[in-house]
């Protein structure tokens, strides 16, 4: 799927679960925004793929960290609590396949479940990147979500994805199109210039 353009979100026609989209129309006709529900895209709708890991969602953090974005004006628009099947987790961690840990970090993450999330705002995956912390919570400062609730990396309570190219792959492999909701957020003009 190609990149799409930002295209302004104040009036999405409306699709409910029971809204039957006929193949051959595409979901483009019926929602203009379509082409940026499993993708990244740039400028106020770009967009990245947050999960909290099996010890974040184990010491209830779940609430705090959404708390934290939404408190910095990044908008929500998918959000699921699954247990993660192997396959979906080796696909996600392929590129660390050949690292000693692989094997234990998805052991790691299919110990318990993990709340998937899409995240949209400016910039928003340089801000999570930057919210979250270093990978290695000895190095996040405090402030980040692993340096104030994490202690080793193995640990570390949250991934985020680290490119506009790696939020648009996570997002399709952890999300469906029909899964991820455009709305307008009123609080957006008091957020964006």
């Known amino acids: 799927m190609g990149t799409a353009e930002a295209t302004s979100l104040s009036a999405p026609p409306l699709l409910g679960p029971s809204t039957i989209v006929p193949p051959e129309a595409g979901l483009g006709s019926f929602l203009p ?5 499993p993708a990244a895209c740039s400028g106020a709708n770009e967009r990245t793929f ?3 890991k099996p010890d974040g969602v184990q010491r209830h953090l779940v609430g705090e960290i959404i708390r934290r974005f939404e408190r910095k004006g990044l908008q929500l628009v998918g959000l699921k609590l699954l247990q993660a099947s192997e396959e979906l987790l080796k696909e996600h ?3 660390l396949r050949d690292r000693p ?3 234990r970090l998805v052991k790691y993450m299919s110990s318990g479940p993990v709340v998937a999330m899409v995240w949209q705002g400016l910039d928003v995956v340089k801000t999570v990147r930057m919210m979250i912390g270093e990978t290695d919570p000895a ?3 405090p402030g980040t979500i ?3 609730f994490c202690v080793e990396v193995s640990k570390n309570v949250i ?3 680290d490119s506009v190219e790696s939020a648009r792959q996570e997002i399709s492999l952890w999300f469906c199109p029909e899964e991820l ?3 307008e957020d009123t609080a957006e003009h008091w957020i964006y210039a």
Not at 33 to 37: E, I, K, N, P, Q
């Open 33 to 37: 925004h379509a082409s940026t529900l």
């Open 50 to 52: 947050v999960a909290i």
């Open 93 to 95: 961690y392929i590129a």
């Open 101 to 103: 840990f692989y094997s």
């Open 139 to 141: 190095e996040s400062r």
């Open 146 to 148: 692993r340096g104030d």
């Open 159 to 161: 991934h985020g994805s």
């Open 181 to 183: 909701t455009c709305w």
